[in-house]
Antibody, heavy 120, light 106 residues
Framework: QVQLQESGPGLVKPSETLTLTCGVS?????????WAWIRQPPGKGLEWIGS???????YYNPSLTRPVTMSLDASKNQVSLRLNSVTAADTAVYYC?????????????WGQGTMVIVSS | SYELTQPLSVSVALGQTASITCGGD??????VHWYQQKPAQAPVLVIY???NRPSAIPEGFSASNSGNKATLTINRVQAGDEADYYC?????????FGGGTKLTVL
């Protein structure tokens, strides 16, 4: 059974770097799926941050105001998200999800999410 | 980015039919996916590629997509269907979500 599990620091200070990981069990991240990060500010809707394909091909939301970095660690079977210089606007639940590709494919499996609060 | 418009809320009586719309420019030319999100839970895929239902989703869920509007329909609504619903499309290699619709069961 495939499972996704996000983990992160919980609380981050403004201007610091946020790093989140998504551990995948029951499926190799080096196989056919892409892996996405999606966030949801408290009381608001879903925002796609970006996706990474197994050959380290990445595609990010062009609406993001700051660059993000995604990476794969095949040895740990996990996906990482790095967001620099966080602000209060980055406070959200962060989800990882998998999808087979773009155009035709949904996010068919999601992790339970990890809450990140940006505050001094 | 590609904009998707959903009503903020929809109310329906128990046992009746609920319809949730998702508007977008020529959205009928795209494949639309729908997610259900209950409080404090992750979203769950309920419809993919316009009108396909995952095997774990009850038969009462259906959807259509044409022109500038996609519609999620829930037949014989149950109390457990009360949730937020989001539509999603890909525009090139960018994913867009609608703002979400809160379904209230009366």
């Amino acid at each position: 059974q495939v499972q996704l599990q996000e983990s992160g620091p919980g609380l981050v200070k403004p201007s610091e770097t946020l790093t989140l990981t998504c551990g995948v069990s029951g499926y190799s991240i080096s196989s056919d799926y892409s892996w996405a990060w999606i966030r949801q500010p408290p009381g608001k809707g879903l925002e796609w941050i970006g996706s990474i394909y197994h050959r380290e091909t990445t595609y990010y939301n062009p609406s993001l105001t700051r660059p993000v970095t995604m990476s794969l660690d095949a040895s740990k079977n996990q996906v990482s998200l790095r967001l620099n210089s966080v602000t209060a606007a980055d406070t959200a639940v962060y989800y990882c999800a998998r999808h087979l590709g773009v155009q035709w494919f949904p996010f068919d499996m999601w992790g339970q999410g990890t809450m990140v609060i940006v505050s001094s | 980015s590609y904009e998707l418009t959903q009503p903020l809320s929809v109310s329906v009586a128990l046992g009746q039919t609920a319809s949730i719309t998702c508007g977008g420019d020529n959205i009928g030319n795209k494949k639309v996916h729908w997610y259900q999100q209950k409080p404090a839970q992750a979203p769950v895929l309920v419809i993919y590629r316009d009108d396909n239902r995952p095997s774990a989703i009850p038969e009462g869920f259906s959807a259509s997509n044409s022109g500038n509007k996609a519609t999620l329909t829930i037949n014989r609504v149950q109390a457990g269907d009360e949730a937020d619903y989001y539509c999603h499309v890909w525009d090139g290699r960018t994913a867009s979500f609608g703002g979400g619709t809160k379904l209230t069961v009366l």
